[in-house]
């Protein structure tokens, strides 16, 4: 199907790159458009975002007027790198459908623009790389907003000869990583090339270009991902204090559309909240803000994809890279809640994974000491701080309230079970090892078989506790 009758949505598109690439500067580049007067061409403000209409998009670019653009815009995440970025869960969607690698062009493939790309490799995403501050190479003539086929054809014969090498580089560097890539106006393959569009975020040239290739390129390999559908599918950006009206979600909306009144639930470290939505706000296009400050728009109904802000009751622990929830009339409630608790689970394993670096050991040994147990209770072992800690805090939370004797990271060992075996003396029904996502050594095994310690295995957290609390009320009866 050519799929011209189906309903787009906005591609959303994250910013990342090294430190001093240029992100926030592109960003500003594409905020504020040289198109003269009024409101940059509908150019609108969200909630950690920013909406670019397709129409500003070809008023930008040297587009012919016949040529079409299949999405109705484009939504760019504004604060580069942001931490649900990272924390974007493993399942289902992810913040971004698109993202945008900042290069600087004078420096080639830094540490962390490899990090950003070996993530984008891992979760899927596909990218451009914007080969930024064009305008550094020595002899550039500016040309503010041009195209960069035009601009590139007005420098010197050093100065392309510098430019080609320097894409060559940074191509080279893009293999080592594991991708093919070209410049973007000589790219044949663009599903399988990664695009490569140089930019200046200070003279503007190659921007329009970056812009047209997005609303244009994405659209292309992702047809099915973009088209709109009433299944909600949400991702929590942050939590703020808005004076008026107190605890706000920011969000992003992906797909769907979010009503004042829907029952939604949110993911907290200490589990699922369920409650409603109160208020639905978006900030009110610039024109107007001067006269409304500080005051948002409300609306009964918002469409994906943007972002908005959602006044609830008992949100304010809400973690970041988490999906919202709405619970449709006549779904499970606690089906859903149970869906939401998995990706708590997911989300705090996932942003452990991101933050460890070469200290990992130490901080996770001090983390460790910081948990607090008791003379008596069961022994945990998780993969993970984050799921150590929600199997801890899972554990209290129980009508049981199970206490916890020691805990520590990785495979059980030996050394595990010895530790474990002082409850059997004081506390027999505690003498248990909860593993979750872990390896058990064969030695640690035959202890545990010897010594009569129970070690209880399962891959979803849930189910770890379950089993555990099932045992200790047989145990009881
Ligand atoms: P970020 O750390 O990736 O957000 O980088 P910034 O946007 O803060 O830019 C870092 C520095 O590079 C700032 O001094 C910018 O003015 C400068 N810069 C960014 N983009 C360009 C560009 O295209 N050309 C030139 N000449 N300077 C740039
Ligand atoms: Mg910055």
């Not at 100065?159 to 973007?184: H, I, M, P």
Request: hydrophobic fraction near 40%; charge should be neutral.
């Amino acid at each position: 199907s050519s799929g011209t009758d189906r309903e787009l949505r906005a591609p959303i598109c994250c910013i990342l790159g090294h430190v001093d690439a240029g992100k926030t500067k592109l960003l500003d580049c594409i905020r504020h458009s040289n198109v003269q007067g009024g409101e940059a061409g509908g150019i609108t403000q969200q909630i950690g975002a920013t909406y670019l209409p397709a129409e500003n998009i070809r008023e930008r670019t040297s587009l012919k007027a016949e040529a079409t653009i299949k999405v109705p815009g484009l939504l760019v995440i504004d604060t580069p790198g942001h931490q649900s970025f990272s924390n974007m869960h493993l399942r289902g969607s992810s913040l971004c459908d698109v993202a945008v690698v900042v290069v600087d062009i004078t420096q080639g493939l830094e540490k962390q623009t490899i990090e950003s790309i070996g993530l984008l490799k891992r979760r899927n995403v596909k990218f451009v790389v914007a080969l930024n501050k064009v305008d550094r190479l020595y002899g550039w003539k500016t040309c503010p907003n041009a195209p960069i086929v035009k601009a590139l054809k007005s420098q010197s014969d050093d100065v392309q000869r510098e430019f080609k090498w320097r894409v060559a580089e940074v191509v080279t560097q893009l293999k080592d990583c594991g991708f093919n890539s070209a410049l973007y106006y000589e790219n044949k393959k663009i599903k399988e090339v990664v695009n490569i569009v140089p930019t200046s975020a200070v003279s503007g040239e190659g921007i329009p270009d970056l812009l047209l290739l997005l609303v244009r390129w994405v659209p292309e390999i992702m047809m099915e991902k973009l088209t709109y559908v009433d299944t909600v599918e949400c991702t929590v950006l942050e939590i703020n204090e808005v004076k008026e009206f107190g605890t706000t979600i920011d969000v992003v909306l992906i797909n769907g559309a979010l009503k004042k009144g829907d029952q939604i639930i949110v993911c907290t470290k200490q589990g699922p909240v369920t409650t409603s939505i109160r208020h639905l706000l978006t900030p009110y296009p610039l024109k107007e803000l001067r006269a409304k400050q500080g005051s948002y728009e409300r609306h009964e109904e918002l469409k994906a994809a943007q972002g908005v802000k959602i006044v609830a009751r008992g949100v304010q622990h809400a973690l970041a890279g988490t999906s919202l929830i709405v619970v449709k009339p006549g779904h499970d409630l606690e089906q859903a809640e149970a869906a939401a608790m998995q990706e708590i689970y997911n989300a705090i394993s996932l942003s452990n994974e991101n933050e460890r670096g070469k200290n990992e050991d130490e901080t996770a040994i001090k983390e460790i000491s910081r948990i607090q147990t008791c003379k008596e209770g069961v022994y945990v072992q998780a993969s993970s701080l984050g799921t150590l800690e929600a199997i801890i805090e899972h554990l209290k939370t129980l009508s049981l309230n199970v206490p916890v004797s020691g805990c520590n990271l990785g495979p059980v060992h030996k050394q595990d079970v010895m530790k474990a075996t002082a409850m059997l003396k004081r506390k027999e029904e505690y003498a248990a090892i909860l593993a979750f996502d872990v390896k058990v050594m064969p030695e640690a095994f035959e202890l545990a078989v010897e010594s009569g310690v129970k070690i209880f295995i399962a891959d979803t957290v849930y189910k770890l506790v379950d089993i555990f609390t099932d045992y200790i009320k047989k145990l009881k009866e």
